[in-house]
């Protein structure tokens, strides 16, 4: 069993910064690929970002490339997102993620990845 721990959401003006933390427990945090979403009222679930066990790898929708960085701390168990230059259409709730098994495909799918945290709420004003 994993248990995650969103942190770090808010209010922040248009152009504004923010910076996530997912805290994790539970198991070897360094397993396996590490991933955010976040989810607006009335929408879908949806991918943000996404990194390999390592940290080598990162992946990110087109919505916020340029804009958002993931990373991770395998020593310290956590992961991060950086938001810089938000947007009101970036205010959701935001997840962090963790599958159960190794992903060979299909990582920026919310429907296989088995752990998600609680999350926190993202909130733009323009």
């Known amino acids: 069993q994993v248990q995650l721990v969103e942190s770090g959401g808010g209010l922040v003006q248009a152009g504004g910064s923010l910076r996530l933390s997912c805290a994790a427990s539970g198991r070897t945090f360094s397993s396996y690929v590490m991933g955010w979403f976040r989810q607006a009222p009335g929408k879908e679930r949806e991918f943000v970002a996404r990194i390999s066990n390592g940290g080598g790898t990162t992946y990110y929708a087109d919505s916020v490339k340029g804009r958002f960085t993931i990373s991770r701390d395998n020593a310290k168990n956590m992961l991060y997102l950086q938001m810089d230059s938000l947007k009101p259409e970036d205010t959701a709730v935001y997840y962090c993620?963790?599958?159960?098994?190794?992903?060979?495909?299909?990582?920026?799918?919310?429907?296989?990845?088995?752990?998600w945290g609680q999350g926190t709420q993202v909130t733009v004003s323009s």
């Open positions: 993620a963790a599958p159960s098994h190794p992903l060979y495909g299909g990582r920026n799918y919310a429907r296989n990845y088995d752990y």
